[in-house]
């Protein structure tokens, strides 16, 4: 039985003969992907991207929009997934209920309600109460707000708020946190 000799830092890391497979398996997948290119673009074969099954559960809507100035419109497809929420429950395998759903939209609209800034410029126009600036009543609704979503908050755990804020407020993926996304839903659509 040979004993393995130890490597030197200047010892390549996989040996020619590896090193050949690593590179005919890369020509292997190169291929394929190209004759499946091929095939989609003769419509031999589904497209299973753009038009697949996880599109073809999502929310889409066609329109004419004008895609530069003074050109003819052109047909679009708008998407109407707004927020990783949408996305999530949009999904051909739906990761979230209906109610968790629904939990995180209200949350989602909080969110928004409660970060949303004033303005940072003044008018020099003189303010009447009939013009309907609104300044005062937006401030209202934002402090409004964030006593909701304090309340929301204060129901989950360190860990669930953060998450719920991440998803539903930030828009960020769940990533390995689904589960506790779900949970932290269950409980705002039962308590909150």
């Not at 590896?18 to 673009?41: H, K, P, Q, Y």
């Not at 949303?116 to 401030?139: I, S």
């Not at 964030?146 to 129901?155: K, P, Q, T």
Request: proline share 7%.
């Amino acid at each position: 039985m040979p004993v393995p000799q130890p490597r030197t830092p200047d010892a390549p890391r996989t040996t020619p003969d590896g090193e050949r497979r690593r590179v005919a398996a890369l020509l292997r997948a190169d291929r394929r992907a190209r004759l499946a290119a091929r095939d989609i673009a003769m419509g031999l074969k589904p497209d299973m991207g753009a038009d697949g099954p996880a599109a073809r559960a999502r929310g889409v809507e066609t329109t004419r929009m004008e895609l530069a100035p003074r050109t003819r419109p052109q047909a679009v497809r708008l998407t109407r997934d707004t927020c990783m929420l949408d996305r999530l429950f949009y999904r051909a395998n739906a990761a979230l209920t209906a109610d968790q759903h629904a939990a995180g939209l209200r949350f989602r609209a909080i969110w928004r309600r409660a970060t949303r800034g004033g303005r940072l410029v003044q008018r020099y126009t003189p303010h009447t109460g009939a013009g309907g600036g609104g300044t005062m009543e937006d401030t209202e609704a934002s402090v409004h707000a964030r006593r909701a979503m304090d309340r929301a908050l204060s129901l989950l755990t360190p860990a669930r708020a953060r998450v719920v804020c991440d998803v539903c407020g930030m828009d960020e993926a769940p990533g390995t946190r689904i589960r506790t996304l779900h949970m932290a839903l269950d409980i705002l659509h039962e308590r909150w």
